[in-house]
C-alpha cells in the first residue's frame, strides 16, 4: 500500500499550564526592599533619628527663659528667638574649652596610634613569617572579649606606679591598649584579602617590606583604615567611663565636664545644650569625613 499525501498532520495537544511557583522569601523582600514604601519608611525613621539632635541645636540657640518656657519647636514659628549668645558664653568658660581641647588631645593620639600600631601588626600576622605567629594572633584576638571594667584597677595601679595615672598620656595610653586587638584583628584579616601574587611581584621587582607595606598595602588597605579611624575616633571621644576614672580635673575630656556641670547646674540648659551639640558635632563631622572610605570598608569582599 502506498502511503497517501497530502493529508493534514494532527495538531499536538498543547501542555496544561500548571500552577506558577510561589516567589521564595528572599526574593519577595528584594523585590520589596526596592520600592517607594521602603524608602518612605527608611526617610521617616532617619528624620525621626535626627529629631533629637536637631531639638539640641535648636535648644543650644535659644535663651535659658525660652526653654524654660516653650518648648525647642516654637523656634520655628518664632524665628527671633534663635542667637548665638549660650555660644559666647560657652566660648567664655575655660573648663568646657580646656575640657574640649583635652578631649582633642586624647581622641587624636589615641586614634593615631591605634591605626599605626595595628596596620604594622595586621601586615606582620598577615604576610610575615616569624615564630608563633599564628599563637600571638589568637592571644590578640583572645584580648577582644576581655571587658574593659576588668582592666581598671590593675591599669590604674601600673599608670600609678609609672607616675602617670590623672593625665592625658594615661588615658591616651588606656585607650590605646585596649583598642588595639580589634585594630589588629581588623586590619589583619583585611591585609590577608590581597593576592599573594600582587605580594609576590613587587618583592621580585626588589621591593622591600617597608617599601610594600607603604607603597602596596597601605593605599589598598585606606577602606579598613578608614574604617577603624571612625570606631576608633568615636569610641574614645565618646568615652566617659575610662576618662571619669584615669584622668583629674585638669586633664578632663568634654564627656566629663558636661557630667560635672549636670551635677551642679542641673537646669543651667544655656551651658549644658551648646557644650552637648559641640561634642555631637565634631564625631559627625569625622563620620562624613570619612563616609565614603567607610562604605569602601564595608562593602569590600561583598561584591568579588
Known sequence: MTAVHGTATRARPRPVPGPRPRPRPAAWLTKAASGGLVRTVLVVVALLW????????????????????????????????????????????????????????????????????????????????????????LTVVGMLVVPVQIGLLPVARLLGGLGLFGSIPGVVLFHVAYGLPFAIFLLRNYFAEIPREMLEAARMDGGGEWRIFFRLVLPLGRPAIASLCIFQFLWVWNDMLVALIFADSESQPLTVALQSQMRQFGSNIGVLAPGAFLSLIVPVVVFFAFQRHFVEGVMAGSVK
Open 50 to 137: 535626627l529629631t533629637p539632635a536637631l531639638g539640641l541645636f535648636l535648644a543650644s540657640l535659644r535663651s535659658e527663659q525660652d526653654n524654660a518656657t516653650t518648648g525647642w519647636w516654637t523656634a520655628f514659628t518664632h524665628p527671633d528667638q534663635l542667637t548665638v549668645d549660650n555660644y559666647t558664653a560657652l566660648l567664655k568658660d575655660s573648663g568646657i574649652t580646656q575640657a574640649f581641647w583635652n578631649t582633642v588631645l586624647i581622641s587624636v593620639p589615641a586614634t593615631a596610634a591605634v591605626v599605626i600600631i595595628a596596620a604594622l601588626a595586621g601586615y606582620a600576622f598577615a604576610w610575615l613569617e616569624f615564630p608563633g605567629r599564628d599563637w600571638i594572633f
